[in-house]
């Protein structure tokens, strides 16, 4: 499907050892955590410098849906990924999770690849990042923001169970998947071969239920009545990725994510002790997502 987004040269073997020991992690705390591990007291040769270096910043490839384009775009600090799709008959498009620092980024793709992009939409109320939809809005005349109604935060569309998000003749189905917080989404292709899975279903993990009305109950269920119950083969395209993984399927997932393949209150009692450090910018992002990323600017 796509190319791979980070490189690692030899000489960076050891950073990317480290990374894959943390699979699970799912905040921005984790690399960084890891950055000063691997160069104290220094601050050069951080894991986001290493990816700065050896990495592309976005997957070129487009997905195997006759008449859809589709990129996956990465944001080395928060490692979040950004989804652009369209219709490349009539050039109208979608982002998912966009970033405020990687504006410029994408829409300078958006401008190459001549696209009218239409909807700018969030899985959820991020707390690692600030979404870049409210200024996307400033820049671009018609675009709309969408989250979940659950989200408690502004949008023009406030998005619910079985809503469709159109792009020219394709579409993507809200499914919602609360657990991590109240308004996580998953997004699905009409055809069902792509699914975008925000924090609630990560490759080889999920999104921590600890803040932020997380519930690992609730979490637990969302993912096996809404997700795990899509076709094998369908792509899991998740919000973030810490170790360089840019794709999963339903099936493996189902088989191998080492949370999910326990009963339910296995799963529980793993949630319950993971004892993560809170995400750095939550202080910051949550209130500024709850107006559109737009709070103090």
Sequence with gaps: MCSVITRMRPLHRAVALSLRLGANAESSSYAATQ??????????????????????????????????????LFEVESCTYTYLLADTNTKEAIIIDPVLETIDRDLNLVDELGLKLTVAVNTHCHADHITSSGL?????????????????????????????????????????????????????????????????????????????????????????????????????????????????????ERKFNPRLTKSKDE???????????KPDKIDISVPANLVCGLHGL
Excluded at 142 to 162: H, M, N, P, R, V
Excluded at 267 to 273: H, S
Aim: aromatic content about 8%.
């Design 35 to 72: 950055s000063r591990r691997l160069s104290p007291g220094s601050g050069s040769g951080s894991v986001a410098d290493v990816l700065r270096l050896n990495a592309r910043f976005y997957c070129s490839r487009t997905a195997r849906t006759e008449g859809l384009l589709f990129r996956q």
């Design 136 to 252: 996307m809005k400033k820049r671009i005349a018609g675009l709309k923001s969408a989250i979940s109604k659950f989200s408690g935060a502004t949008a023009d569309i406030l998005l619910s169970e079985g809503d469709r998000i159109p792009f020219g003749k394709h579409y993507l189905t809200v499914r919602e998947t609360p657990g991590h917080t109240d308004g996580c989404t998953t997004f699905v292709s009409a055809d069902e071969s792509m699914a975008f899975t925000g924090d609630s279903l990560l490759i080889r993990g999920c999104g921590r239920t600890d803040f932020q009305q997380g519930c690992a109950k609730c979490l637990y269920d969302s993912i096996h009545d809404k997700i795990f119950t899509l076709p094998d083969h369908c792509l899991i395209y998740p919000a973030h990725d810490y170790i360089g993984q840019t794709v999963s399927t339903v099936g493996e």
């Design 267 to 277: 799963f529980v009692e793993i949630m319950n002790n993971l004892n993560l450090p």
